[in-house]
């Protein structure tokens, strides 16, 4: 596991376990998995990091925007077929742990 991965399981895990304890709503533990959701994605049918749901306008937790080099901030997503920060699934019924929609340019991030 990389250190990015580690860091961001870590965050969502001290985020989740906060939220349990003061009673936060799930869209707050759903912003806080989105602002780490970034970098080498790599889609998988079984043994996923994370659930997510394609939506259409006002509906997300996370603006995404595919990118060709570097994904450096929440809602760029590098796809590649190996070795992946994070393992995304697809599922289309609301068991999801997030809910994305692909943006254009400059748009993506955790939604408002």
Not at 2 to 27: E, I, P, Q
Not at 32 to 46: D, E, M, P, S, T
Request: without cysteine; hydrophobic residues 45%.
């Amino acid at each position: 596991m990389g250190l990015k991965k580690l860091l961001v399981v870590a965050f969502a895990f001290v985020s989740v376990a906060a939220f349990a304890v003061t009673g936060a709503s799930d869209s707050a533990r759903r912003k806080a998995l989105a602002r780490g959701l970034y970098g080498r994605i790599q889609f998988v049918n079984a043994m996923e990091d994370y659930k997510v749901r394609f939506v259409t306008h006002g509906f997300e937790d996370l603006k995404v925007r595919y990118v060709l080099g570097d994904a450096k901030k929440p809602g760029q997503w590098k796809i590649v077929q190996f070795d992946g920060d994070f393992r995304v699934r697809i599922v289309d019924t609301p068991v999801e742990d997030l809910r994305i929609r692909i943006v254009e340019d400059g748009f993506e991030g955790p939604a408002n």
